[in-house]
C-alpha cells in the first residue's frame, strides 16, 4: 500500500467517524465504549493487512536478490538434473516453473497430492521422480526451498521490520518450532542468531 493510500484511508476512517458523531451524538454517548472498541478494532485491522501485504511485496521481490549467502544458493540444479525420457523432461520443466517461478512451496498447505495436481501426474509419480533427481523426499524438497527463501528475507535490510516468527510464517512454515527446526538443520544455527550474524557483518 503506497502513502498516498495509507493517508486517503486514514482520512476515510476519521472523517466516517466525524459523521457517525455528527449523525448520532446520543448514541455515540450512551455507547463510546462499543465505537472506542470498533474504531480500535478498524485500526488494527489495517495494520494488519498492510504488514501482510508489504512483507508479501517483500516476498515477491527478494527472489533477486544479492545478499544471499553463497551457501544458500537454491539447492536443486535443475539444469543438472537429468531426464530419463520426453514424459520426465517435461515434469522436470513444470517442476522448475512451479518452483522457481510460481514459488508455490511458500504455500503452508501444498501437499504432494496437489504438488502433483499442479504438474498433471499423480502422487506415487511425484513421490518417485523427486527421489530420483533430487534424492530426497518430497517434506525435504519442500522445507530446503522455504529456508532458502528465508534466508534471503533475513538477509534484507528490508524485511528488519518483521519478526523472524513472520518471516517463517510467510516462507510456507505452519509455526514457530517447525520454522526454527528446518532452519536450523540446514544452516546450522537458528534464524534469529543468522540474522544477527548478518547484521552484524553489514556493520563492519
Known sequence: MTRNWKNLLWAAVFLAAVAVIGLFPDWVISNALVLILAVAATVFAILYFDARRSLRNLLSKSAGSQAIPEILQYGYDFDKA???????????ADLRELFEQKEVYLDKN???????????????????FIN???????PTLLNNYRVTKAVELLSDPA??????????????FNNRQAFHSSFKKRI????????????KNADK
Open 82 to 92: 537429468v531426464a530419463r525420457d520426453d514424459a520426465d523432461a517435461k515434469l522436470l
Open 110 to 128: 501444498l501437499t504432494i497430492d496437489s504438488l502433483a495436481k499442479m504438474a498433471s501426474t499423480n502422487k506415487a509419480r511425484m513421490s518417485r
Open 132 to 138: 530420483e533427481v533430487f534424492s530426497c523426499n518430497f
Open 159 to 172: 524485511s528488519d521490520i518483521y519478526t523472524v516468527e513472520a518471516i517463517g510464517e510467510n516462507c510456507g
Open 188 to 199: 546450522g544455527m537458528p534464524p534469529s542468531k543468522f540474522r544477527k550474524l548478518i547484521k
